[in-house]
Protein backbone atom coordinates (compact mmCIF):
# COMPACT_ATOMS: atom_id res chain seq x y z
CA UNK A 1 0.00 0.00 0.00
CA UNK A 2 1.43 3.53 -0.84
CA UNK A 3 -0.27 6.16 1.27
CA UNK A 4 -0.38 9.39 -0.76
CA UNK A 5 1.07 11.74 1.01
CA UNK A 6 0.54 15.88 1.37
CA UNK A 7 2.68 18.40 -0.03
CA UNK A 8 3.55 19.70 2.87
CA UNK A 9 5.28 16.22 3.92
CA UNK A 10 7.61 16.15 0.77
CA UNK A 11 8.83 19.14 1.84
CA UNK A 12 10.40 17.89 5.27
CA UNK A 13 13.78 16.53 5.06
CA UNK A 14 15.39 14.96 7.90
CA UNK A 15 17.41 17.18 10.11
CA UNK A 16 20.90 16.82 8.74
CA UNK A 17 22.11 17.60 12.59
CA UNK A 18 20.42 14.91 13.47
CA UNK A 19 22.13 12.44 10.42
CA UNK A 20 25.51 14.01 11.34
CA UNK A 21 24.56 13.20 15.21
CA UNK A 22 24.20 9.50 14.64
CA UNK A 23 27.42 8.98 13.69
CA UNK A 24 29.17 11.31 16.03
CA UNK A 25 27.41 9.03 18.96
CA UNK A 26 30.28 6.97 18.04
CA UNK A 27 33.10 6.36 20.79
CA UNK A 28 36.62 8.03 20.87
CA UNK A 29 34.70 11.19 18.44
CA UNK A 30 35.51 14.71 19.65
CA UNK A 31 31.89 15.62 18.49
CA UNK A 32 31.45 19.84 18.62
CA UNK A 33 28.71 19.34 16.20
CA UNK A 34 25.80 18.77 19.00
CA UNK A 35 23.54 21.93 19.95
CA UNK A 36 22.76 20.17 23.56
CA UNK A 37 23.59 21.78 26.87
CA UNK A 38 26.13 20.35 28.82
CA UNK A 39 24.50 17.31 30.95
CA UNK A 40 26.66 18.44 33.55
CA UNK A 41 24.85 21.83 34.25
CA UNK A 42 21.42 19.89 34.55
CA UNK A 43 19.97 20.84 38.27
CA UNK A 44 19.32 17.18 39.28
CA UNK A 45 19.47 17.15 43.07
CA UNK A 46 16.74 20.43 42.99
CA UNK A 47 14.96 18.22 40.25
CA UNK A 48 14.55 14.93 42.18
CA UNK A 49 13.53 17.05 45.66
CA UNK A 50 10.59 19.41 43.77
CA UNK A 51 9.33 16.52 42.03
CA UNK A 52 8.58 14.84 45.23
CA UNK A 53 7.39 18.06 46.61
CA UNK A 54 4.81 17.75 43.78
CA UNK A 55 3.51 14.37 43.80
CA UNK A 56 3.58 14.66 47.72
CA UNK A 57 1.37 17.86 47.44
CA UNK A 58 -0.43 17.97 44.63
CA UNK A 59 -0.41 14.52 42.85
CA UNK A 60 -3.33 14.43 41.41
CA UNK A 61 -3.47 17.71 39.60
CA UNK A 62 -0.29 17.33 38.04
CA UNK A 63 -1.22 13.94 36.80
CA UNK A 64 -4.42 15.32 35.47
CA UNK A 65 -4.90 17.17 32.17
CA UNK A 66 -4.76 20.99 32.49
CA UNK A 67 -5.07 24.31 30.98
CA UNK A 68 -3.95 24.56 27.36
CA UNK A 69 -2.32 28.04 28.41
CA UNK A 70 -0.07 26.65 30.98
CA UNK A 71 0.12 26.74 34.81
CA UNK A 72 -0.82 29.76 36.02
CA UNK A 73 2.17 30.76 38.87
CA UNK A 74 4.55 29.06 35.97
CA UNK A 75 3.36 31.91 33.98
CA UNK A 76 3.24 34.77 36.32
CA UNK A 77 6.79 33.65 36.91
CA UNK A 78 7.49 34.04 33.54
CA UNK A 79 5.72 37.53 33.12
CA UNK A 80 7.98 38.78 36.41
CA UNK A 81 11.40 37.43 34.66
CA UNK A 82 10.55 38.93 31.81
CA UNK A 83 9.79 42.28 33.21
CA UNK A 84 13.21 42.36 35.36
CA UNK A 85 14.52 42.31 31.53
CA UNK A 86 12.42 45.41 31.00
CA UNK A 87 10.01 43.11 28.45
CA UNK A 88 6.31 43.92 30.11
CA UNK A 89 3.63 42.05 29.56
CA UNK A 90 0.85 40.44 31.59
CA UNK A 91 0.57 36.72 32.77
CA UNK A 92 -2.27 36.26 30.41
CA UNK A 93 -0.07 36.78 27.39
CA UNK A 94 1.90 33.70 28.17
CA UNK A 95 1.22 30.33 26.52
CA UNK A 96 3.66 27.62 27.97
CA UNK A 97 4.68 25.48 25.16
CA UNK A 98 6.14 22.03 24.92
CA UNK A 99 9.93 23.52 24.02
CA UNK A 100 10.02 26.87 22.11
CA UNK A 101 10.64 24.75 19.06
CA UNK A 102 6.42 24.41 19.65
CA UNK A 103 6.07 27.93 19.68
CA UNK A 104 7.69 27.71 16.62
CA UNK A 105 5.48 25.34 15.14
CA UNK A 106 2.52 27.49 16.15
CA UNK A 107 3.85 30.87 15.14
CA UNK A 108 4.03 28.75 11.10
CA UNK A 109 0.56 27.47 12.09
CA UNK A 110 -0.71 30.52 12.50
CA UNK A 111 0.84 32.95 10.33
CA UNK A 112 1.61 31.61 7.61
CA UNK A 113 0.06 30.46 4.27
CA UNK A 114 1.23 28.79 1.44
CA UNK A 115 3.15 30.68 -0.32
CA UNK A 116 3.92 33.28 1.98
CA UNK A 117 6.62 35.53 2.18
CA UNK A 118 8.94 35.01 5.68
CA UNK A 119 11.83 36.58 6.43
CA UNK A 120 14.89 34.96 7.90
CA UNK A 121 18.02 36.09 9.02
CA UNK A 122 21.25 34.36 7.11
CA UNK A 123 22.41 32.21 8.63
CA UNK A 124 19.39 31.19 10.57
CA UNK A 125 18.34 28.40 13.37
CA UNK A 126 17.68 25.18 11.30
CA UNK A 127 14.55 23.81 13.45
CA UNK A 128 12.92 27.08 12.57
CA UNK A 129 13.30 26.17 9.06
CA UNK A 130 12.09 23.36 9.74
CA UNK A 131 9.49 24.14 11.85
CA UNK A 132 8.45 26.80 9.12
CA UNK A 133 8.76 24.71 5.81
CA UNK A 134 5.37 22.24 6.25
CA UNK A 135 3.66 25.47 6.09
CA UNK A 136 5.16 26.06 2.74
CA UNK A 137 6.02 29.63 2.70
CA UNK A 138 8.67 31.48 0.42
CA UNK A 139 11.36 32.25 2.45
CA UNK A 140 12.82 35.30 1.82
CA UNK A 141 17.00 35.67 3.72
CA UNK A 142 17.82 39.09 5.01
CA UNK A 143 21.68 40.05 4.79
CA UNK A 144 23.13 40.02 8.11
CA UNK A 145 26.66 41.33 9.14
CA UNK A 146 28.51 40.49 12.48
CA UNK A 147 25.80 42.36 14.29
CA UNK A 148 22.81 40.78 12.76
CA UNK A 149 20.24 41.54 9.82
CA UNK A 150 21.40 45.18 8.26
CA UNK A 151 18.32 47.40 8.72
CA UNK A 152 18.81 48.75 5.04
CA UNK A 153 18.42 45.19 3.52
CA UNK A 154 14.76 44.98 5.20
CA UNK A 155 13.57 46.02 2.14
CA UNK A 156 13.70 42.16 0.49
CA UNK A 157 11.02 41.50 3.96
CA UNK A 158 9.05 44.54 2.56
CA UNK A 159 5.19 42.16 2.71
CA UNK A 160 6.87 39.04 4.81
CA UNK A 161 4.63 37.63 6.97
CA UNK A 162 7.29 38.21 9.68
CA UNK A 163 10.89 38.32 10.30
CA UNK A 164 12.56 35.12 12.45
CA UNK A 165 15.18 37.03 14.25
CA UNK A 166 17.73 35.90 16.99
CA UNK A 167 19.44 38.69 18.55
CA UNK A 168 20.89 37.20 21.64
CA UNK A 169 24.25 34.31 20.98
CA UNK A 170 22.43 33.50 17.74
CA UNK A 171 22.35 29.74 16.63
CA UNK A 172 24.78 29.16 14.43
CA UNK A 173 26.51 32.31 14.41
CA UNK A 174 27.29 33.28 18.10
CA UNK A 175 26.79 37.16 17.31
CA UNK A 176 24.96 39.43 19.92
CA UNK A 177 23.03 42.47 18.37
CA UNK A 178 24.49 45.49 19.41
CA UNK A 179 22.08 48.16 21.34
CA UNK A 180 22.07 50.94 17.95
CA UNK A 181 21.15 47.88 15.28
CA UNK A 182 17.95 46.95 17.84
CA UNK A 183 17.14 50.26 17.69
CA UNK A 184 17.92 50.32 13.60
CA UNK A 185 16.20 47.43 13.31
CA UNK A 186 13.15 47.78 15.19
CA UNK A 187 12.83 51.09 13.86
CA UNK A 188 12.90 49.83 9.74
CA UNK A 189 10.25 46.45 11.04
CA UNK A 190 8.13 49.39 12.23
CA UNK A 191 8.45 51.82 9.30
CA UNK A 192 7.37 48.98 6.93
CA UNK A 193 4.87 46.58 9.15
CA UNK A 194 7.16 43.89 9.52
CA UNK A 195 6.01 42.16 12.37
CA UNK A 196 8.90 40.01 14.43
CA UNK A 197 9.30 36.84 15.47
CA UNK A 198 12.04 37.18 18.24
CA UNK A 199 13.78 33.48 19.60
CA UNK A 200 15.96 33.77 22.66
CA UNK A 201 16.99 30.59 23.98
CA UNK A 202 20.30 31.77 24.52
CA UNK A 203 20.02 35.30 25.78
CA UNK A 204 20.44 34.11 29.76
CA UNK A 205 23.91 32.70 28.96
CA UNK A 206 26.05 35.87 28.94
CA UNK A 207 29.58 35.73 29.81
CA UNK A 208 30.55 39.00 31.09
CA UNK A 209 27.71 41.21 30.31
CA UNK A 210 23.71 40.84 29.75
CA UNK A 211 22.58 42.28 26.22
CA UNK A 212 20.83 44.67 25.24
CA UNK A 213 16.91 44.75 26.33
CA UNK A 214 14.40 42.41 23.58
CA UNK A 215 13.55 43.55 20.44
CA UNK A 216 10.06 42.72 21.51
CA UNK A 217 10.23 45.24 24.36
CA UNK A 218 10.75 48.42 21.86
CA UNK A 219 7.88 47.51 20.09
CA UNK A 220 5.46 44.69 21.57
CA UNK A 221 2.53 45.66 19.80
CA UNK A 222 4.17 44.21 16.63
CA UNK A 223 6.79 41.40 18.19
CA UNK A 224 6.14 37.42 19.24
CA UNK A 225 8.90 36.43 21.80
CA UNK A 226 9.67 33.54 22.41
CA UNK A 227 11.32 31.80 25.85
CA UNK A 228 13.10 28.27 26.96
CA UNK A 229 14.08 26.36 29.69
CA UNK A 230 16.15 24.11 27.69
CA UNK A 231 19.64 25.88 27.95
CA UNK A 232 19.31 27.59 31.58
CA UNK A 233 17.62 24.45 33.26
CA UNK A 234 17.13 21.10 31.17
CA UNK A 235 15.86 20.36 27.72
CA UNK A 236 14.43 17.14 28.67
CA UNK A 237 11.66 18.82 30.31
CA UNK A 238 10.24 20.39 27.09
CA UNK A 239 9.43 23.33 28.68
CA UNK A 240 9.28 26.99 26.66
CA UNK A 241 6.89 30.01 26.41
CA UNK A 242 5.38 32.57 23.65
CA UNK A 243 4.48 35.74 24.55
CA UNK A 244 2.50 37.42 21.82
CA UNK A 245 0.40 40.44 21.28
CA UNK A 246 -2.88 40.00 22.83
CA UNK A 247 -4.76 39.89 19.67
CA UNK A 248 -2.78 36.70 18.43
CA UNK A 249 -2.50 34.82 21.58
CA UNK A 250 -6.63 32.84 21.08
CA UNK A 251 -5.41 31.65 17.63
CA UNK A 252 -2.13 30.29 19.12
CA UNK A 253 -4.06 28.98 21.69
CA UNK A 254 -6.18 27.24 19.45
CA UNK A 255 -3.34 26.27 17.61
CA UNK A 256 -1.62 24.57 20.71
CA UNK A 257 -4.52 23.08 21.82
CA UNK A 258 -4.60 20.78 18.40
CA UNK A 259 -1.33 20.01 18.83
CA UNK A 260 -0.99 18.87 22.12
CA UNK A 261 -4.12 19.68 24.57
CA UNK A 262 -1.46 21.37 27.09
CA UNK A 263 2.10 21.04 28.01
CA UNK A 264 3.03 18.41 30.34
CA UNK A 265 1.47 19.51 33.60
CA UNK A 266 3.96 17.29 36.07
CA UNK A 267 6.95 18.90 34.13
CA UNK A 268 5.43 22.87 34.70
CA UNK A 269 4.80 22.39 37.97
CA UNK A 270 8.21 20.70 38.95
CA UNK A 271 9.88 23.24 37.25
CA UNK A 272 8.08 26.27 39.00
CA UNK A 273 8.79 24.63 42.41
CA UNK A 274 11.95 24.58 41.49
CA UNK A 275 12.58 28.37 40.37
CA UNK A 276 9.97 30.00 42.54
CA UNK A 277 12.14 31.19 45.14
CA UNK A 278 15.30 32.16 42.97
CA UNK A 279 17.15 29.41 42.14
CA UNK A 280 17.81 30.60 38.54
CA UNK A 281 19.58 33.12 40.81
CA UNK A 282 22.44 31.21 41.66
CA UNK A 283 22.25 28.50 38.67
CA UNK A 284 22.92 30.10 35.75
CA UNK A 285 25.78 32.12 37.00
CA UNK A 286 27.46 28.45 36.91
CA UNK A 287 26.55 27.81 33.71
CA UNK A 288 28.27 30.71 32.52
CA UNK A 289 31.25 30.29 34.24
CA UNK A 290 31.48 26.85 33.19
CA UNK A 291 30.69 27.78 29.11
CA UNK A 292 32.80 30.98 29.57
CA UNK A 293 36.00 29.04 30.11
CA UNK A 294 35.19 26.55 27.41
CA UNK A 295 34.62 29.35 25.19
CA UNK A 296 38.23 30.57 26.00
CA UNK A 297 40.00 27.18 25.04
CA UNK A 298 38.42 26.92 22.33
CA UNK A 299 39.20 30.26 21.31
CA UNK A 300 43.21 29.51 22.41
CA UNK A 301 42.73 26.45 20.36
CA UNK A 302 41.50 28.05 17.44
CA UNK A 303 44.20 31.01 17.51
CA UNK A 304 46.91 28.29 18.04
CA UNK A 305 45.68 25.62 14.89
CA UNK A 306 43.37 27.01 12.18
CA UNK A 307 45.63 28.18 9.16
CA UNK A 308 45.76 31.70 7.90
CA UNK A 309 42.74 32.22 6.19
CA UNK A 310 40.12 31.23 8.63
CA UNK A 311 37.84 33.54 10.76
CA UNK A 312 35.58 33.25 13.58
CA UNK A 313 34.15 35.87 16.01
CA UNK A 314 34.85 35.37 19.47
CA UNK A 315 30.74 34.77 20.92
CA UNK A 316 30.03 36.67 24.36
CA UNK A 317 27.72 34.28 25.00
CA UNK A 318 25.84 31.14 24.39
CA UNK A 319 27.20 27.61 22.88
CA UNK A 320 28.22 28.43 19.16
CA UNK A 321 31.43 30.08 17.58
CA UNK A 322 31.08 29.59 13.52
CA UNK A 323 34.07 29.64 11.53
CA UNK A 324 34.74 30.85 7.84
CA UNK A 325 36.92 28.66 5.93
CA UNK A 326 38.92 30.16 3.29
CA UNK A 327 36.92 30.60 -0.14
CA UNK A 328 36.81 27.38 -2.04
CA UNK A 329 36.80 25.04 0.62
CA UNK A 330 33.57 23.20 0.95
CA UNK A 331 32.77 22.46 4.47
CA UNK A 332 30.70 19.02 3.45
CA UNK A 333 33.67 18.00 1.69
CA UNK A 334 35.76 18.42 4.95
CA UNK A 335 33.55 16.62 7.29
CA UNK A 336 34.06 13.51 6.14
CA UNK A 337 37.73 13.51 6.95
CA UNK A 338 37.27 15.03 10.26
CA UNK A 339 35.24 12.38 10.93
CA UNK A 340 37.90 10.03 10.12
CA UNK A 341 40.22 11.87 11.95
CA UNK A 342 38.16 11.76 15.11
CA UNK A 343 35.76 15.17 15.51
CA UNK A 344 32.77 16.47 13.91
CA UNK A 345 31.00 19.67 13.53
CA UNK A 346 27.92 20.71 11.76
CA UNK A 347 28.61 22.32 7.83
CA UNK A 348 27.03 25.75 7.91
CA UNK A 349 25.08 25.33 4.66
CA UNK A 350 22.63 23.65 6.83
CA UNK A 351 21.76 26.64 8.26
CA UNK A 352 21.02 28.75 5.06
CA UNK A 353 17.23 29.13 3.28
CA UNK A 354 19.14 29.72 0.64
CA UNK A 355 22.35 30.91 -0.81
CA UNK A 356 23.85 28.74 1.36
CA UNK A 357 27.99 29.67 2.04
CA UNK A 358 29.35 26.24 2.05
CA UNK A 359 33.00 27.58 3.52
CA UNK A 360 31.54 27.71 7.00
CA UNK A 361 30.98 25.85 9.37
CA UNK A 362 29.42 25.59 13.46
CA UNK A 363 31.35 24.42 16.79
CA UNK A 364 29.67 23.87 19.63
CA UNK A 365 32.05 24.23 23.00
CA UNK A 366 29.65 23.28 25.87
CA UNK A 367 29.53 19.44 26.02
CA UNK A 368 33.10 19.16 25.91
CA UNK A 369 35.90 19.64 28.01
CA UNK A 370 39.12 22.34 27.56
CA UNK A 371 41.25 19.47 26.42
CA UNK A 372 39.20 17.61 24.17
CA UNK A 373 38.49 20.82 22.49
CA UNK A 374 41.57 21.52 21.69
CA UNK A 375 42.51 17.99 20.32
CA UNK A 376 38.85 18.47 18.62
CA UNK A 377 40.11 22.10 16.79
CA UNK A 378 43.74 20.41 16.07
CA UNK A 379 42.05 17.57 14.32
CA UNK A 380 39.91 19.92 12.34
CA UNK A 381 42.97 22.21 11.26
CA UNK A 382 44.15 18.58 10.18
CA UNK A 383 42.08 17.96 7.88
CA UNK A 384 42.15 20.99 6.75
CA UNK A 385 45.34 20.40 5.48
CA UNK A 386 44.22 17.23 4.39
CA UNK A 387 41.88 18.41 2.31
CA UNK A 388 44.12 21.55 0.85
CA UNK A 389 46.44 18.56 -0.13
C1 LIG B 1 17.53 29.21 18.34
C2 LIG B 1 16.76 28.11 18.94
N1 LIG B 1 15.43 28.21 19.06
C3 LIG B 1 14.69 27.23 19.61
C4 LIG B 1 15.28 26.07 20.05
C5 LIG B 1 14.40 25.00 20.62
O1 LIG B 1 14.54 24.95 21.99
P1 LIG B 1 13.53 24.17 22.96
O2 LIG B 1 14.34 23.12 23.62
O3 LIG B 1 13.02 25.22 23.89
O4 LIG B 1 12.44 23.62 22.11
C6 LIG B 1 16.66 25.91 19.95
C7 LIG B 1 17.30 24.66 20.40
O5 LIG B 1 18.46 24.42 20.27
C8 LIG B 1 17.42 26.94 19.38
O6 LIG B 1 18.75 26.86 19.23
Excluded at 17 to 46: H, N, Y
Aim: glycine letters at 8%.
Amino acid sequence: MTFQQARRAARMNPSIIREILKVTERPGIVSLAGGLPSPDTFPVEAMREAAQRVLRESPREALQYAASEGYGPLREWVAGHLAEQGLRVQASQVLITTGSQQGLDLVGKVLVDAGSPVAVESPTYLGALQAFTPYEPQFVSVDCDEDGPVPEALEAARGARFLYVLPNFQNPSGRCMSEGRRAALVERAIALGLPLIEDNPYGDLWFDAAPPAALASRWPEGSVYLGSFSKVLAPGLRLGYVVAPKALCPKLLQAKQAADLHTPSFNQRVVHEVIREGFLQTHVPTIRARYRAQRDAMRAALERHLPPGCRWNVPVGGMFFWIELPEGVDAMQLLPHAVERGMAFVPGAAFYADHPRANTLRLSFVTVSPERIEQGVALLAQSLKELAR
